[in-house]
């Protein structure tokens, strides 16, 4: 195939005045559908639907200044008449009295058919999911301000990610501005693809093999913008990143249309060898498991090479700007950037990656000049 024709489509009804509020939409995008060399495209084959019901507060009353509140429900299908969303969802906002506001969302995920979890091999299925989430902000007209994030989802075959950010902004003056923002993610997802193994004795065709992930990371954000005189100001963003993902609990997809799996070591009398030679040859136990996956049965052993990583990166970026006359313009801008990459090590310490590590890794440095002249009579 040298060539793809397809079709996106929106459509949306929405009353926007009142207090009470609703909306409607339905959006197409077809199978052949292709615009990745324009921009991102996040899929195809997808048809969905939404549906919103909310009421709006404008008028202060004792406890808040103005607020809304939604309830969402949002269904999808693919271009095979399969379910893969079902979400039923609330959020709201409020202003308080003493100009703090609070925004929160929850949202329930009803079990659908997921056609993307095995990529590209058979359908699977996705468990009973929730969602939480909850921020809250002082008064941002005060000279410090300061803005908490948390949230937290789950589902019932044991997955879990909580994310919390808290951020400090101070104002001392109109000219300055100054942030930092340190966030923390933590999570064990239940069924984190790995690999794929053909193999004619297994029930599909092929062993589509999933484990257990620990993902966790860190990292601050650091802003700051500073303005001299009308015409002369600088900005400096720095953040440095961690990451860490350990798998575990290697298994694989029992049946189509479902999200329940043969472990290995535990099912089926399958067994799992750290290391062995056999499949392995001399890659070692930190690198490589050898699985059988039937135990005393006919399918042969094969080797999995752990997909266990850490990785770290910072970034600096700082700009001058000098208006030398009246719509002519110079930018200084320099920036640096960072990054390590540990493959089979899935451990996760950010003295060592945030503090030591990082800055032992090799910087990439762009100094970049700008002029602009404005040509006028």
């Given at each position: 195939m040298?060539s793809l024709t397809g079709?996106?489509a929106?459509?949306?009804?929405?009353?926007?005045?009142?207090?009470?509020?609703?909306?409607?939409?339905?959006?197409t995008?077809?199978?052949?559908?292709?615009v990745?060399?324009?921009?991102?495209?996040?899929?195809v084959?997808?048809?969905?639907?939404?549906?919103?019901?909310g009421?709006?507060?404008?008028?202060?009353?004792?406890?808040?200044?103005q607020?809304?509140?939604?309830l969402t429900?949002?269904?999808s299908?693919?271009?095979?008449g399969?379910?893969i969303?079902?979400?039923?969802?609330?959020?709201?906002?409020?202003?308080?009295?003493?100009f703090?506001?609070?925004?929160w969302?929850?949202?329930?995920?009803a079990?659908v058919?997921?056609?993307?979890?095995t990529?590209g091999?058979p359908?699977?299925?996705?468990?009973?999911?929730?969602?939480?989430?909850g921020?809250l902000?002082?008064?941002?007209?005060?000279?410090?301000?300061?803005?908490?994030f948390?949230s937290y989802?789950?589902?019932?075959?044991?997955?879990?990610?909580?994310?919390?950010?808290?951020?400090?902004t101070l104002?001392?003056?109109?000219?300055?501005?100054?942030?930092?923002?340190?966030?923390y993610?933590?999570?064990?997802?239940?069924?984190?693809?790995?690999?794929?193994?053909?193999?004619?004795?297994a029930?599909?065709?092929?062993?589509?093999?999933?484990?257990?992930?620990?993902?966790?990371?860190?990292y601050v954000?650091?802003?700051?913008?500073?303005t001299?005189s009308?015409?002369?100001s600088?900005?400096?963003?720095?953040?440095?990143f961690?990451?860490?993902?350990?798998?575990d609990s290697y298994?694989?997809?029992r049946?189509?249309?479902?999200?329940?799996f043969d472990?290995?070591?535990?099912?089926?009398?399958?067994?799992?060898?750290?290391?062995d030679?056999?499949?392995?040859?001399?890659?070692g136990?930190?690198?490589?498991l050898?699985?059988?996956?039937d135990?005393?049965?006919?399918?042969a052993?094969f080797a999995?090479?752990?997909?266990?990583?850490?990785?770290?990166?910072?970034k600096?970026?700082?700009v001058?700007?000098?208006?030398?006359?009246p719509?002519s313009?110079?930018?200084?801008?320099?920036?640096?950037?960072?990054?390590?990459?540990?493959?089979?090590?899935?451990?996760?310490?950010?003295?060592?990656?945030?503090?030591?590590?990082?800055?032992?890794?090799?910087p990439?440095?762009?100094?970049?000049?700008?002029?602009?002249?404005?040509?006028?009579?």
């Amino acid at each position: 195939m040298t060539s793809l024709t397809g079709v996106t489509a929106d459509l949306y009804l929405n009353k926007v005045a009142g207090t009470w509020r609703w909306g409607f939409a339905a959006s197409t995008t077809t199978p052949g559908f292709e615009v990745n060399d324009l921009g991102f495209q996040k899929r195809v084959d997808l048809i969905s639907a939404a549906a919103a019901l909310g009421r709006r507060w404008t008028k202060p009353g004792r406890l808040f200044r103005q607020g809304y509140a939604y309830l969402t429900f949002d269904p999808s299908w693919n271009y095979d008449g399969d379910a893969i969303q079902r979400d039923v969802g609330a959020f709201g906002y409020m202003q308080l009295r003493n100009f703090w506001s609070v925004n929160w969302t929850a949202k329930y995920k009803a079990p659908v058919l997921d056609d993307r979890l095995t990529r590209g091999g058979p359908l699977a299925a996705t468990p009973h999911a929730w969602y939480g989430s909850g921020e809250l902000t002082s008064d941002t007209r005060k000279h410090m301000s300061w803005y908490a994030f948390a949230s937290y989802s789950g589902d019932d075959a044991g997955g879990w990610l909580v994310n919390v950010l808290p951020q400090l902004t101070l104002r001392p003056n109109a000219a300055l501005f100054l942030s930092v923002g340190p966030g923390y993610v933590t999570g064990r997802f239940s069924a984190q693809y790995v690999t794929r193994h053909r193999d004619s004795m297994a029930t599909l065709g092929s062993r589509y093999v999933f484990a257990e992930l620990r993902e966790r990371s860190a990292y601050v954000t650091l802003r700051a913008n500073a303005t001299f005189s009308p015409v002369l100001s600088f900005e400096l963003y720095a953040q440095p990143f961690t990451f860490s993902g350990a798998y575990d609990s290697y298994k694989e997809l029992r049946a189509r249309r479902t999200y329940s799996f043969d472990q290995y070591g535990r099912d089926n009398g399958s067994t799992i060898t750290p290391g062995d030679t056999t499949v392995c040859g001399s890659a070692g136990p930190n690198r490589c498991l050898g699985v059988d996956p039937d135990g005393a049965g006919p399918a042969a052993e094969f080797a999995l090479y752990r997909p266990d990583f850490r990785t770290r990166a910072f970034k600096v970026k700082a700009v001058a700007r000098w208006e030398y006359r009246p719509g002519s313009t110079i930018f200084l801008v320099w920036t640096q950037s960072r990054s390590g990459y540990v493959p089979y090590d899935g451990t996760f310490d950010m003295q060592r990656d945030l503090a030591t590590d990082l800055f032992r890794d090799r910087p990439t440095n762009v100094l970049l000049l700008k002029v602009s002249y404005w040509l006028s009579r």
